[in-house]
């Protein structure tokens, strides 16, 4: 049995390891979106090329809402359920353009919010 | 990366038995010259299982926003249905797997033909290759990037390793806990999977409501933070799961855990009266 304790002892460290491969940085600025039924808010925001961001994604709308970055925009796939607040870390591209987020409700409202890279 | 870690490692691991089997079996009764035919098969099966985990990829892409989340979410039912199955069929199998490879290798080489060998190789390889295929692609929904990819090499890796030494003829190598133990992990990352399936349905606006939702742990473990995420993809974490999601979670788990750890399942191998052939023995290669 002694074998099978090294070898999944050596799993479990490996996975640890994997686990613990990255910290979150506190000192980011924060950006609020709120959802609501209707709509996302703001449907724009300004961003320095490279910055690195946190967004406090509030949901007020009575349904679970989907966030996630478009055309190529590096932001995670989120579902905020309703009446939670979630938060998504993004870092700004190094070069100005603007990136685009849509906030929707699976097959009902949509916003598309502009991240303006400057 | 753990997730995609696991599954190759598991996958892998019995992969390698089968090769091994073979191999270790061709050697015993003097037929080395066909080594080629059971790695052209293992290169067939794998070819063939990298074309289909491609096409999967590719056709996610290309269809569009609801469509792919409807065809996620269904992927990973199907994926958490073989799984399970797999699970079970391995510990069934696992007594009487050597015997019967050997038993299909005599059939192939009394034809004589070289294809045999080949085929016998790709198809015993192939179905676990297409498991892996479906696994890995269904669990990509929730991780992803040259982490997930590394995951994978690692664990073939380590899969590979095994393998040699099962060829060596180490007999010690703790083959049966290893299938239970990765068989329990399996179970547990398909009830994640499975938990999580509803949420690609919502997302493609087939299932309108998710029900209630108990509680949220956000603030003690976020479903964002690394740890959030590395919790979501092995034990499918969530920090506000809904009704539905806890009634699959633990509606599968529980009983399929029970059933995997305690229904006798093992086919007793018919053995001659006296000899004392354990368990171990009967996984060796080329006995």
């Known amino acids: 049995m002694s074998q099978v304790a090294i070898l999944f002892g050596a799993v479990a460290a490996s996975l ?50 989907e966030i996630e970055g478009i055309e190529g925009t590096k932001l995670d796939e989120l579902l905020v359920p309703a009446g939670k607040t979630r938060t998504l870390n993004y870092t700004a591209p190094g070069k100005a353009g603007v990136q685009k987020v849509k906030c929707y409700i699976p097959g009902g409202a949509t916003t598309i919010i502009s991240l303006n890279v400057r | 990366m753990g997730f995609s870690f696991l599954v190759c490692l598991r996958e892998g691991v019995e992969m390698a038995l089968i090769v091994a089997i073979l191999l270790g079996y061709l050697r015993t009764i003097g037929q080395k010259q066909h080594f080629p035919a059971v790695w052209m098969g293992v290169g067939v099966a794998a070819a063939v299982c990298i074309a289909i985990g491609a096409g999967l990829e590719i056709a996610s892409r290309e269809l569009d926003g609801r469509v792919v989340e409807a065809f996620e979410g269904f992927t990973m039912i199907f994926a958490v249905v073989i799984l399970t199955g797999m699970a079970f069929w ?81 007999n010690r190598l ?23 399936s509803p949420v690609k349905l919502y997302e493609a606006g087939l299932i309108d409501d998710l029900g209630s939702r108990p509680w949220d742990t956000e603030s003690f473990i976020s479903i964002t ?32 855990l029970l059933a995997f750890l305690f229904l006798p399942l093992g086919r007793r191998p018919r053995r001659p009266a006296g000899s004392a052939v354990t368990h171990e023995t009967t996984l060796a290669p080329g006995r």
Request: charged share 15%; aromatic share 8%.
């Open chain 2, 90 to 170: 391995m510990k069934k199998q696992a007594r009487g797997m050597s015997r019967e490879l050997r038993a299909h290798v005599d059939q192939a080489l009394s034809r004589g033909s070289v294809a045999a060998v080949v085929l016998l190789a790709a198809t015993s390889v192939g179905r676990e290759g297409l498991e892996t295929a479906l696994f890995l692609f269904a669990g990509s929904q929730n991780a992803g990037g040259a982490n997930y990819i590394l995951g994978g090499v690692l664990g073939f890796a380590v899969a590979a390793a095994i393998g040699v030494m099962i060829y060596a003829g180490s």
């Open chain 1, 16 to 65: 640890s390891l994997f686990a613990a491969c990255g910290g979150d940085d506190a000192d980011r600025r924060v950006i609020q979106i709120t959802q609501t039924n209707e709509a996302c808010t703001p449907d724009a925001v300004d961003l320095t090329a490279g910055e690195k961001v946190k967004f406090e994604i509030k949901n007020e709308s009575s349904k679970d809402k």
């Open chain 2, 174 to 196: 703790p083959l049966k806990a290893f299938f239970q133990v990765s068989g329990v992990m399996v179970i547990v990352l398909a009830a994640g999977m499975l938990a999580n």
């Open chain 2, 225 to 256: 933070s690394h740890t959030g995420k590395f919790l979501h993809t092995l034990l499918g974490y969530d920090s506000a799961p809904s009704m539905l999601q806890l009634t699959l979670y633990w509606g599968y788990a529980v009983p399929v």
